[in-house]
């Protein structure tokens, strides 16, 4: 378990000042009115910072969250280039005026840690962010507890990207990567991360549905994996046509190898609106998949979809979704995410939906829904796996 320590630095001009050093984040208050975090290597983490709750991407983004009292939602918004620029300024200048204060009274490790924090300027924000977008190609989305998962692309897009509501691959081509390439990308992650990735405790193999490919092929990808970064839990998106292609004793060797859970976008289990979403396979079939994929020991996540089918499916919707939760037999070590549909004006979906004259749920009926099947599913399933909402627009690598 991590070990941390907290000091508390008082001084006539900055007040008092809380720092808590873990062994791969360090994190000052100031007064408990700002809050700074950074990894070893002096990248920001996060801040809170004039009431709002700012997140820094590895890629050099930043999202800001900020939550309004009731009715008001929540803000999520992705900063511009230049509103990062300032904000990264502005947390620089902050935290010197801080180290200033405090250095007579700091450590020779707190000395190191914010030696690396003040060299983390615009220009080395700027190479960080140049050397992202050497290496990956973009993240679209990982589930909700694999945020602070390190990501390995060793598949890149989606094998299927016919889906009429999500958009995240059209960029690119599906292709799996070669062992030498994987461990060229693997090496190039290190160097990105640096001292930072001690704080990725688990690997998300991206992209969209990296367990179809083949086992041969697998078995050599996760060994170059566990040849560069030994001893780390693996997890990965599958969608269920890819699951119907594996074995429980293929399963069961991916388990052996370190995969410990498998997520699911059923999104729907009725067959109306999974077509609707030119899903491939089909609701039995996710139950038939989610069977033998915990029979080889290996937990899932299941993902459904507020708001898909409009108002004239929305009851069917929610009860045979609730219906499929309830047949797959969750436990403890599985999740089931709820998360809003999202689609732009020109998407597959909409189209299709506009075609068949289906009304789209209001803001307030969406709402209504992801709360029917939140509580629908923690019955459904005798409240075993643990049950909460998804926000993709919160997602930042």
């Known amino acids: ?20 050093a873990r062994p791969w984040a360090l994190t000052i208050s100031d007064n408990l009115r700002a809050t700074f975090t950074f990894d070893r290597e002096g990248r920001p983490l996060s801040c809170f ?3 709002g709750n700012y997140r820094f991407g590895i890629s050099g983004d930043i ?16 900063l511009s280039e230049d509103e990062c620029v300032r904000l990264h300024a502005t ?4 935290v010197a005026r801080i180290v200033a204060g405090v250095t007579h009274a700091l450590s020779d490790d707190l000395r190191g840690w914010f030696a690396q924090i003040m060299a983390w300027d615009e220009d080395r924000a700027l190479v960080n962010r140049r050397m992202f977008q050497s290496t990956y190609l973009p993240i679209s989305i990982v589930p909700p507890d694999q945020y602070r998962a390190l990501v390995l692309q060793i598949t890149e897009g989606c094998s299927w990207n016919r889906c009429t509501f999500c958009s995240f691959y059209r960029d690119r081509h599906f292709r799996v990567k070669s062992p030498v390439a994987l461990r060229q990308h693997i090496q190039q992650v290190k160097a990105l991360l640096g001292r930072g990735l001690g704080m990725r405790r688990s690997i998300f193999l991206g992209d969209a549905n990296a367990l179809i490919v083949s086992q041969q092929r ?9 040849d560069e970064l030994p001893a780390q839990d693996l997890y990965a998106f599958l969608d269920i046509f890819g699951a119907e292609q594996k074995t429980t004793d293929e399963y069961a060797e991916l388990r052996a190898a370190g995969v410990r859970r498998v997520y699911i976008g059923l999104e ?14 089909s609701p039995q079939q996710c139950i ?8 080889a020991g290996i937990h899932v996540g299941i993902i459904l979809l507020a708001g898909v089918g409009g108002q004239s499916l929305a009851p069917q919707h929610v009860a045979q979704s609730l219906s499929v939760l309830t047949a797959m037999g969750l436990d403890a070590g599985d999740l089931v995410y709820i998360s809003p549909l999202i689609v ?17 749920l209001s803001s307030s009926a969406l709402d209504t829904q992801m709360d029917e099947l939140k509580t629908g599913a923690r019955l459904a399933t005798q409240g075993r796996p643990r049950v909460a909402l998804y926000h993709i627009e919160e997602w930042l690598y």
């Open 1 to 20: 378990m991590d070990t941390a320590t907290t000091s508390v630095i008082t001084t006539p001009e900055l007040g008092s000042i809380h720092i808590n």
């Open 49 to 51: 910072l004039n009431g």
């Open 63 to 78: 999202l800001l969250k900020i939550v309004a009292a009731p009715p008001a939602p929540k803000l999520r918004q992705l």
């Open 91 to 94: 947390v620089h200048a902050h």
């Open 218 to 226: 697998l078995r050599e990808l996760l060994q170059v994996i566990h």
């Open 268 to 281: 729907s289990g009725d067959e109306a609106v999974f077509n609707l979403l030119n899903k491939p396979g």
């Open 288 to 295: 038939t998949t989610v069977e033998r994929i915990k029979m």
């Open 344 to 360: 732009s004006d020109d998407s597959d979906y909409t189209s299709r939906m506009r075609d068949l004259g289906i009304v789209p």
